[in-house]
Structure formats: C-alpha cells, structure tokens
C-alpha cells in the first residue's frame, strides 16, 4: 500500500530555506512510472501547485515559485525533498507531497496530470 | 493565464442532488480532476479525466465537462459529502480552481 510521508521543521524563520522531506513507502520514485510532486496550502485557503519531477528526465516548477524552490532526489532512501528559499510569511502553509499521474494524448498533444495519492501534509510556519 | 472559477458554496439537502461547477475558458477541451478534502485532512481524489471514479469512490459521485463548465455531480448527498471540493486541470502548469465549501443541510 502506497504511503507518503512528509517531514521537516515546523517553524522556520523569515528569509531562511524551509525544507521538507517525503519519505514514500509502496512504491518506487524512480520507477518512471509517475510523477512526483509538493502542493501547499495557506490556513483558510486553497490548494497551489509547487512543483513536480520525473525520476531521470525533468523537473518543473510552478512559475510563480519557481525562483525560490528546488526539488530534490534521494532514491536510496526512495525520499524526495523541497528547498523553498527566503521565504515570507506567505509561505505559512500545510505542505503536502503526491503521487502524480500523467498521460499523454498523441492526437492532441496534450498532457494530463493529476494526483492520486496524498501525504497527510505538515504545517510549516514562518515567524520570527 | 489560465483560471479556474469556482462558487465558494453550495448547500444541499440532505439525500438531494449536489452540483459544483468549475469554469474556465474552454475548459471543455482540457481533462478536469476533481477532489474532496475534509477538515483537517489531505484532499482525496474522487473523479479523474472529468468523468471517471477512482477504486473505492462511491457511484453517486460523478463528472461531465463541456465547452466552458465541468461539473461534479453528488447524487444522494449525505452529511459525510460535507467538505471543500477542488477541480484541476493542466495548462502548462498544474492549475486548481479556488475550491467550494459543500454544506449539506
């Protein structure tokens, strides 16, 4: 049975790196066979994508953060990590890793991605 | 860029029908997901490609989308239904709607 696990510091100081771990158990992250990705979410608020990977090939972030955050990879613990750096308050948020599907519509061209399995989030506060 | 718009509420009585829309510029030519977050939990996947069920998802949960509008169809509502539900899609980016708050009286 597939689990994610997320961890890391539950208090971070403004304008230094908040990081995060998700450690995945009942699967393989470099299986290549989904992606794999963080998604956060401010108290009261709704969901944001961070960003995504694929074990070998890319990496994509959202636009929005993409300056600030780097996804990370350790397969011999079958872990994946986030550094989102300088953070603010407005990085206070419940911060979920995720199992991603993808596919690819040759006639179209289009990609669909979406997430199937959750972690069940951790609370990074930022405050000085 | 691409949004996503959602109504922030909807009620529903119980037993009835629940219908949450999601809009978005033609979002009938992109393929909708849709999930369900209970208070102080992590969301949950509950339709995928617009109109299919994942393993374990009741069938009084479904989906349809075309030309500007997908929706999500609770039929049957019961008071474990009450949660924030979200739609996605991809545009070059995973993109959620803003969520809406399901009350069912």
């Known amino acids: 049975q597939l689990q994610l696990q997320e961890s890391g510091p539950g208090l971070v100081k403004p304008s230094e790196t908040l990081s995060l771990t998700c450690t995945v158990s009942g699967d393989s992250i470099s299986s290549r066979s989904y992606y794999w990705g963080w998604i956060r979410q401010p108290p009261g608020r709704g969901l944001e994508w961070i960003g995504s990977?694929?074990?070998?090939?890319?990496?994509y972030y959202n636009p929005s953060l993409q300056s600030r955050v780097t996804i990370s990879v350790d397969t011999s613990k079958n872990q994946f990590s986030l550094n989102l750096s300088s953070v603010t308050a407005a990085d206070t948020a419940v911060y979920y890793c995720a199992r991603q599907t993808f596919y690819y519509y040759d006639t179209s061209g289009y990609w669909e991605y979406y997430f199937d399995s959750w972690g069940q989030g951790t609370l990074v506060t930022v405050s000085s | 860029s691409y949004e996503l718009t959602q109504p922030l509420s909807v009620s529903v009585a119980l037993g009835q029908t629940a219908r949450i829309t999601c809009g978005g510029n033609n979002v009938g030519g992109k393929n909708v997901h849709w999930y369900q977050q209970k208070p102080g939990q992590a969301p949950v996947l509950v339709i995928y490609r617009d109109s299919n069920r994942p393993s374990g998802i009741p069938e009084r949960f479904s989906g349809s989308n075309s030309g500007n509008t997908a929706t999500l169809t609770i039929s049957r509502a019961q008071a474990g239904d009450e949660a924030d539900y979200y739609c996605?899609?991809?545009?070059?980016?995973?993109?959620f709607g803003g969520g809406t708050r399901l009350t069912v009286l």
């Open positions: 990977f694929y074990y070998g090939e890319s990496t």
């Open positions: 996605q899609v991809w545009d070059s980016r995973v993109l």
